[in-house]
């Protein structure tokens, strides 16, 4: 049985949810929720409740179609105990979004999908022709000033090594 061997592309998002210091943001279109990160549930039990206030059709796949696309960290996917103030990044991030495009590398297929509530109208037609119309933008890219990093080489090898050892364990 094949497994990974799935790509997600995501557009037009309507929501998202992220670690933020010790609270969970989530936010859906104009609606933004802080909540706090509640003591004696897991990571999985906290998503599930934020999930759950949407209902999706049921597909047959084996590979997500909710529409979520994002990270757990290796603690909170684990469902860990986890100091949120500790990181400097997210332990949970997430994105939803209205459309997503699921590339299937092992048959070589793809697979659209569209997210919306109940009363509104699709816009899947749209799509399907933007996609199909092989139209590009080409927009102009330049740096402003000289590039530059946030540390040094040293510090970027004691950072992929702590990497390293952190997803050995």
């Known amino acids: 049985k094949r ?3 799935y790509s997600y592309v995501g557009f037009d998002r309507m929501g998202y949810i992220k670690s933020v210091k010790d609270k969970i943001e989530f936010r ?4 933004k929720e802080i909540l706090e990160y509640p003591k004696g549930k897991t990571v999985s039990e906290i998503l599930k409740s934020i999930f759950d206030r949407f209902e999706f059709d049921e597909y047959d796949f084996p590979f997500s179609t909710n529409g979520f696309l994002g990270y757990l960290s290796y603690e909170a996917a684990l469902n860990y105990d986890i100091n949120f103030e500790e990181s400097e990044f997210p332990q ?21 999908f569209e997210r919306k509530r109940k009363k509104e109208e699709g816009k899947m037609e ?14 102009p890219f330049s740096t402003v000033g000289n590039e530059k990093i946030d540390m040094t080489d040293a510090e970027f090898l004691a950072k992929t090594n702590q990497a390293l050892h952190h997803c050995a364990r």
Not at 99 to 111: K, M
């Open 28 to 31: 859906f279109e104009q609606d």
């Open 126 to 139: 749209e799509t399907l022709h933007l996609l199909k119309s092989g139209k590009t933008s080409d927009l």
């Open 92 to 112: 949970i991030n997430y994105q939803f979004y209205r459309n997503f495009l699921v590339f299937d590398h092992f048959t070589d297929e793809i697979h659209l």
């Open 3 to 5: 497994n990974n061997s």
